[in-house]
């Protein structure tokens, strides 16, 4: 395996599930994604690996030893599998903030587990989560704003514990928005006017104040004695990005004891599909048994509503149709009987189901916050 820094050499563009053609109306405040969705990371490496060994840069070039290699569509890499993106400040790994931890007045805060059966449009035994009794005098906390969690502060909240302030890195300290404006004009007259010319895309350029903000991918399966280039074109607009080896970080932090498991996900868990229908993650054993662990049940959840990520298939060319993922940070209360416990354990380094090859539905486990008996 192989871990990669992907650093930032120019302001960087990542379209996120809205229409963003040519001509159209609704081209104001296209935001980047960031970070970007696995997708793009693993068709940016391997687009890069063939190129740095062999590759003409023709759309229809590769030979066959790169289609074994790297793959035959966007979507099927061959022999690599990749995990990530994650971020890094100063070579520390920070991690998505997970969706049970709530805050107020700024510097306190709680978290929520399961609580005892109620009945709602779920069905009549659902297990909501909610603070412990304490907490719950409190009507006014709110999800911290867009945050990230260093590595001692997840070691606290998968423990159970409440992290300190100063583990709570805010995502406009990682990252600054460039809003830019641009204005189609004709190739032959140079003149402008036509509806739809007008466009606005919003940059990301990573950037804090005496740091150093990167993005770390772990690349696996790589051909022996291939190279790996040092400057890759990343994102829309072939914006330039710095490419470099690095020894691997430390292990994620994980807990898991007993048979009350809490699941985080380290990146957006794509939703298994029933024919063309995502299956939703409802209560029950029924959305661990499409993601392939069984004697799992899905009591509790705290999660966002789900992203469409999507890609662009280079060989069609075209988009790749969007697939709904549930949120970085999404937060399963999951209950293990027979060997699903150590399973899991197995999957951490390697992620859920097939689409974890592509770097989605990573995780790491943690324990069920506990609250005094009241």
């Known amino acids: 395996m192989t871990w990669l820094r992907i650093s930032a050499v120019d302001a960087w563009f990542f379209r996120d599930g809205r229409p963003y053609t040519q001509g159209e109306t609704s081209q104001s405040d296209v935001t980047s994604l960031f970070p970007p969705s696995p997708l793009t990371i693993s068709g940016a490496l391997r687009a890069a690996l063939a190129r740095a060994n062999g590759w003409d840069g023709k759309p229809m070039g590769w030979t066959p030893v790169h289609l074994d290699m790297l793959g035959r569509g966007p979507e099927e890499t061959g022999k690599l599998s990749f995990r990530g993106p994650f971020l890094s400040r100063e070579g520390s790994q920070l991690f998505p903030l997970p969706l049970h931890l709530l805050v107020r007045e700024g510097r306190q805060f709680a978290l929520v587990a399961p609580a005892a059966s109620t009945a709602c449009d779920l069905g009549h035994a659902v297990h909501l989560p909610q603070p412990g009794a304490a ?93 790996w280039p040092k400057l890759i074109p990343f994102g829309g607009e072939s914006r330039m990005a710095a490419l470099e080896p690095i020894p691997k970080p430390p292990a994620v932090p994980r807990y898991c004891n007993g048979s009350e498991v809490l699941l985080l996900c380290l990146t957006p868990l794509r939703l298994p599909l029933s024919g063309h229908t995502p299956i939703r993650p409802l209560p029950g054993r029924a959305f661990f048994a499409s993601l392939g662990i069984d ?68 995780f ?11």
């Open 364 to 374: 790491t486990l943690g324990v069920w916050p506990s609250f005094p008996a009241t």
């Open 135 to 227: 907490d719950r005098q409190h009507i006014d906390w709110k999800r911290p704003a867009e945050s990230f969690l260093t590595a001692q502060g997840l070691d606290r909240v998968l423990a159970g514990k409440l992290p300190q302030p100063d583990e709570l890195i805010a995502a406009s300290h990682l990252r600054i928005l460039e809003p830019r404006i641009g204005l189609k004009r004709d190739a032959y007259n140079h003149a402008t006017g036509d509806e739809g010319d007008l466009y606005s895309p919003v940059y990301v350029r990573l950037a804090e104040k005496g740091h150093d903000v990167s993005l770390l991918v772990e690349v696996r399966g790589e051909p022996s004695g291939w190279q």
């Open 295 to 362: 004697d799992l049940e899905l009591v509790s959840a705290c999660t966002d509503r789900p992203v469409m990520i999507g890609g662009w298939d280079s060989q069609a060319p075209g988009p790749l149709p969007l697939r709904p993922c549930l949120p970085a940070g999404t937060v399963l209360f999951c209950r293990a009987s027979g060997d699903a416990t150590t399973r899991l354990q197995n999957l951490v380094d390697i992620g859920l189901g097939a689409d974890a090859r592509l770097g989605f539905n990573q």
